[in-house]
């Protein structure tokens, strides 16, 4: 019957454009939509303040700012710290340290380098890679860095929550390096890198945020397609098991 035809051509269609949105909702944006703003590197300035001293779920920290930070990036990878396959943060009690990202700014992102570029995050840190010399050539490794997002202020860990590969942003804060208390004893400290040419594993910036803006959000199209597709799958499934049997001639 046509309409047997009708719900299952739309069925199959739902899960291949779903299947498809999935595929590309962290695509990167084209250079030619990046803000003017990527074009500085980080502006760091080193400061003389007092720990800040916080409490967060039930564990102890404190907070040693070492550098005023102002950066302007385009995420091109991010790890959220409660993931569930994280178990590096929950075994160290971790609650500060709530995202990693991974940015590019000046040439490398302007010139669109990084679109030849694969980007991916694990628990701790940010791996690039390329397919060809000529990408690597022209991709500037000092002009990219992953950034240990840390707050203690439930508004910033929204904002933070909120963004998405593709986002420009604009942070402002402090790299620190923290330490974490248990019963009143350190059990750890996080130092922060201070340079951006440290481009080997683990040489990450720890930025405690006081400031986030998102200057251009990351293209929500295939996000908003995905939802739309898997919204019609499940709806043309429904019509499917309410479908009247089909009779063959």
């Known amino acids: ?6 719900v ?15 595929w590309f909702k962290d695509e990167l944006p084209p250079p030619a939509t990046l803000s003017p703003e990527l074009q500085d590197e980080p502006k760091q300035v080193r400061v003389e303040r007092r720990p800040i001293e916080v409490r967060v779920g039930g564990v102890d920290y404190r907070i040693q700012p070492r550098y005023s930070y102002d950066m302007s990036a385009l995420v091109v990878s991010l790890h959220h710290s409660d993931s569930w396959w994280d178990y ?3 075994e160290w009690g971790d ?11 000046g040439r490398s992102a302007l010139s669109g380098a990084y679109k030849a570029i694969s980007f991916s995050n694990n628990q701790w840190e940010c791996h690039w890679s390329a397919s060809s010399k000529e990408a690597w050539d022209a991709f500037n490794q000092t002009e990219a860095a992953n950034n240990h997002m840390v707050t203690d202020d439930p508004g910033v860990a929204k904002a933070l929550r909120r963004i998405r590969i ?5 942070v402002r804060g402090y790299l620190v390096n ?3 208390f248990r019963n009143g004893v350190p059990a750890g400290m996080r130092v922060s890198s201070e340079v951006r040419t440290d481009t080997g594993n683990g040489a990450c910036e720890v930025l405690y945020v006081e ?3 998102t200057l251009a959000p990351a293209s929500r199209a295939w996000r908003n397609a995905g939802l739309a597709a898997l919204a019609l799958f499940v709806l043309s499934l429904l019509a499917w098991l309410f479908l009247p049997p089909k009779f063959e001639d």
């Open 1 to 6: 019957m046509w309409l047997h035809r009708l």
């Open 8 to 22: 299952r051509t739309l069925m199959i269609g739902g899960l291949a454009v779903a299947a498809a949105a999935w």
């Open 88 to 90: 590096a943060h929950k």
């Open 95 to 105: 609650n500060i340290n709530l995202m990693d990202l991974c940015v590019v700014w």
């Open 166 to 170: 593709g986002d420009q942003i604009r």
């Open 178 to 180: 923290y330490t974490t």
């Open 211 to 213: 400031s986030l803006e």
